[in-house]
Protein backbone atom coordinates (compact mmCIF):
# COMPACT_ATOMS: atom_id res chain seq x y z
CA UNK A 1 0.00 0.00 0.00
CA UNK A 2 1.30 3.44 -1.01
CA UNK A 3 0.77 6.52 0.98
CA UNK A 4 2.06 9.16 -1.06
CA UNK A 5 3.79 11.96 0.29
CA UNK A 6 0.98 15.03 -0.24
CA UNK A 7 -1.88 12.31 1.14
CA UNK A 8 -1.98 14.40 4.49
CA UNK A 9 -5.28 13.73 5.62
CA UNK A 10 -4.89 9.48 6.07
CA UNK A 11 -1.69 10.76 7.70
CA UNK A 12 -3.10 13.32 9.52
CA UNK A 13 -5.84 10.79 11.09
CA UNK A 14 -3.38 8.55 12.58
CA UNK A 15 -0.75 10.83 14.19
CA UNK A 16 -2.53 10.03 17.47
CA UNK A 17 -0.94 6.86 17.24
CA UNK A 18 2.11 7.48 16.21
CA UNK A 19 3.24 9.86 18.51
CA UNK A 20 3.00 7.73 21.44
CA UNK A 21 4.52 4.87 19.63
CA UNK A 22 7.30 7.23 19.06
CA UNK A 23 7.47 8.09 22.92
CA UNK A 24 7.75 4.41 24.22
CA UNK A 25 9.79 3.48 21.57
CA UNK A 26 11.80 6.30 22.72
CA UNK A 27 11.94 4.55 25.90
CA UNK A 28 13.24 1.21 25.02
CA UNK A 29 9.75 -0.48 24.66
CA UNK A 30 9.15 -2.45 21.90
CA UNK A 31 5.60 -2.41 20.10
CA UNK A 32 4.01 -5.80 19.49
CA UNK A 33 1.66 -6.47 16.69
CA UNK A 34 -1.36 -5.50 16.87
CA UNK A 35 -5.40 -5.53 16.03
CA UNK A 36 -6.97 -3.13 13.67
CA UNK A 37 -10.59 -2.75 12.69
CA UNK A 38 -9.20 -2.89 8.82
CA UNK A 39 -9.76 0.46 7.53
CA UNK A 40 -6.31 1.80 7.36
CA UNK A 41 -3.98 -1.24 8.42
CA UNK A 42 -1.66 -0.36 6.25
CA UNK A 43 -1.60 3.40 7.36
CA UNK A 44 -1.51 2.37 10.81
CA UNK A 45 0.74 -0.54 10.77
CA UNK A 46 3.36 2.28 8.22
CA UNK A 47 2.63 4.84 11.61
CA UNK A 48 3.67 2.16 14.18
CA UNK A 49 5.96 0.50 12.08
CA UNK A 50 5.02 -2.57 13.85
CA UNK A 51 2.88 -5.16 12.08
CA UNK A 52 -1.09 -4.86 12.46
CA UNK A 53 -3.95 -8.02 11.73
CA UNK A 54 -7.02 -7.39 11.47
CA UNK A 55 -9.78 -10.35 11.95
CA UNK A 56 -13.25 -11.05 10.17
CA UNK A 57 -14.90 -9.83 13.24
CA UNK A 58 -13.39 -6.51 12.63
CA UNK A 59 -16.85 -4.67 11.13
CA UNK A 60 -17.95 -4.88 14.80
CA UNK A 61 -17.25 -1.88 15.53
CA UNK A 62 -16.23 0.02 19.05
CA UNK A 63 -18.99 -1.31 20.57
CA UNK A 64 -18.06 -4.70 20.03
CA UNK A 65 -14.65 -3.85 21.72
CA UNK A 66 -16.74 -2.03 24.90
CA UNK A 67 -18.29 -5.65 25.27
CA UNK A 68 -15.26 -7.91 24.84
CA UNK A 69 -13.49 -5.46 27.60
CA UNK A 70 -16.63 -5.87 29.89
CA UNK A 71 -16.23 -9.68 29.10
CA UNK A 72 -12.54 -9.92 30.16
CA UNK A 73 -12.89 -8.16 33.32
CA UNK A 74 -16.06 -10.36 34.48
CA UNK A 75 -14.38 -13.91 33.39
CA UNK A 76 -11.09 -13.31 33.11
CA UNK A 77 -8.95 -15.82 35.57
CA UNK A 78 -6.55 -14.58 38.23
CA UNK A 79 -3.21 -12.46 36.62
CA UNK A 80 -4.89 -13.34 33.30
CA UNK A 81 -4.14 -10.13 31.00
CA UNK A 82 -6.18 -8.65 28.11
CA UNK A 83 -3.78 -9.92 25.53
CA UNK A 84 -3.71 -13.08 26.94
CA UNK A 85 -8.02 -13.62 27.15
CA UNK A 86 -8.24 -11.94 23.87
CA UNK A 87 -5.81 -14.43 22.20
CA UNK A 88 -7.32 -17.60 24.12
CA UNK A 89 -10.89 -16.96 25.21
CA UNK A 90 -12.12 -14.42 21.87
CA UNK A 91 -9.70 -14.91 18.93
CA UNK A 92 -8.75 -18.83 19.20
CA UNK A 93 -9.40 -20.01 15.90
CA UNK A 94 -10.30 -17.15 14.30
CA UNK A 95 -8.73 -15.90 10.76
CA UNK A 96 -7.52 -12.69 9.68
CA UNK A 97 -4.92 -11.19 7.50
CA UNK A 98 -1.73 -9.64 8.62
CA UNK A 99 0.17 -6.57 7.20
CA UNK A 100 3.42 -5.37 7.91
CA UNK A 101 4.56 -1.94 7.53
CA UNK A 102 6.21 -1.21 4.08
CA UNK A 103 9.63 0.61 4.49
CA UNK A 104 8.32 3.49 1.73
CA UNK A 105 5.21 4.22 3.90
CA UNK A 106 6.84 4.29 7.09
CA UNK A 107 9.33 6.73 6.05
CA UNK A 108 6.49 9.04 4.49
CA UNK A 109 5.04 8.78 7.64
CA UNK A 110 8.31 9.88 9.34
CA UNK A 111 8.30 12.76 7.36
CA UNK A 112 4.70 13.70 7.61
CA UNK A 113 4.84 13.56 11.19
CA UNK A 114 7.99 15.74 11.55
CA UNK A 115 6.06 18.38 9.40
CA UNK A 116 3.47 17.92 11.51
CA UNK A 117 5.13 18.73 14.82
CA UNK A 118 7.21 21.19 13.18
CA UNK A 119 3.32 23.35 13.02
CA UNK A 120 3.23 23.19 16.72
CA UNK A 121 4.44 26.79 16.99
CA UNK A 122 1.71 27.87 14.59
CA UNK A 123 -1.10 26.60 16.84
CA UNK A 124 0.40 27.54 19.40
CA UNK A 125 0.96 31.56 18.30
CA UNK A 126 -2.74 31.42 17.10
CA UNK A 127 -4.37 30.07 20.59
CA UNK A 128 -2.04 32.99 22.10
CA UNK A 129 -3.64 35.67 19.91
CA UNK A 130 -7.04 34.74 20.84
CA UNK A 131 -5.85 35.47 25.03
Known sequence: MEIPARSAQPKQDFHR???????VRAEGVQLLPGVGEGVGQGILAAAIDTPVS?????GEG??????????YMKNKAEGESLSAYLSDKVFAGETGSEMQPVAEDVAGFEAFIER????????????????
Not at 116 to 131: C, Q, T, V
Open 54 to 58: VMETA
Open 116 to 131: YKAGFPIERAAIDSLK
Open 17 to 23: VKTPAQA
Open 62 to 71: GAWGIALLAS
